[in-house]
């Protein structure tokens, strides 16, 4: 007796948690809906400039993947390379500069990947930066991409991530609480860089296929449940 009540706990809990599993997926797969249509919607708005760019983090998030035009002149010897990020399949750096505007304030832009150098790493990529007034286009985002970072920040020009608050106190700029990722503009000059950045809500279907695996699951678990425990045994009677 006690061994058909362990075997039916561990049954149940079997099916809710790979139940919960399933559910869970469906939920990714709805925000994910959601932020593409939110992006859907944003992407109708008209571009902001500079002036209208959140002061505050607090207004920051309603700008969120809205477009952005953009001129100034490049910080360049405020360049940051972000290390071990993949692009297309190959590992690289995405360089950040920041963006003077003319109210003297800046932005941090993510201005394009590029490969590095795997035969001397502590190399820095050469990246154009002109020094005339530039146009950037581009969209708002609230950071810049993060990986997991197990040692403490480092303060070089390669980096595994990037604070903006941080970066502003180190580098001694009035930094916009937001970043723009540059897109290919009309007359950009060429710069080297790769800017084909995936967009945000691109895997739906990956999490309706995690669902279905885990409600078959769960599925399979009752059904076994089913015919080992309830089911066969009357076959066994004589």
């Keep these: 007796m006690r061994r058909e009540l362990v075997v039916m706990v561990a049954a149940l809990a079997g ?51 809205r477009s952005v035009l953009l001129s100034g002149h490049w910080i360049a010897d405020r360049t940051v390379f972000l290390d071990n990020r993949p692009l297309a399949g190959k590992v690289g750096f995405i360089a950040l500069t920041p963006l003077a505007l003319d109210d003297g304030r800046a932005v941090v832009v993510q201005r ?47 980096r595994q ?17 937001v970043i723009v990722v540059q897109r290919e503009g009309a007359g950009d000059a060429p710069d080297g860089l790769l800017r084909g950045w995936p967009p945000p809500a691109t895997d739906v279907q990956k999490h309706y296929g995690y669902a279905f695996q885990w409600f078959a699951l769960a599925a399979v678990i009752t059904l076994l449940y089913v015919w080992h425990r309830l089911v066969r045994p009357r076959f066994r009677r004589p």
């Design 15 to 65: 099916v809710a948690l790979t139940g919960r599993l399933g559910w869970w997926q469906l939920d990714r797969a709805a925000q994910k809906l959601e932020l593409q249509a939110r992006l859907d919607a944003r992407a109708l708005q008209p571009p902001l400039d500079a002036r209208s760019l959140a002061r505050d983090p607090a207004a920051a998030d309603a700008q969120q993947y």
């Design 112 to 158: 394009g990947w590029l490969p590095r150098n795997f035969v001397d790493r502590a190399a820095l990529p050469g990246v154009p930066t002109p020094a005339i007034r530039v146009e950037v286009a581009g969209t708002v985002a609230l950071h810049p991409p993060r990986l997991l970072e197990l040692a403490a920040a480092a303060s070089g020009p390669i």
């Design 161 to 177: 991530n990037l604070d903006l608050s941080s970066f502003a106190r180190e580098s001694g700029l009035a930094l916009l609480p």
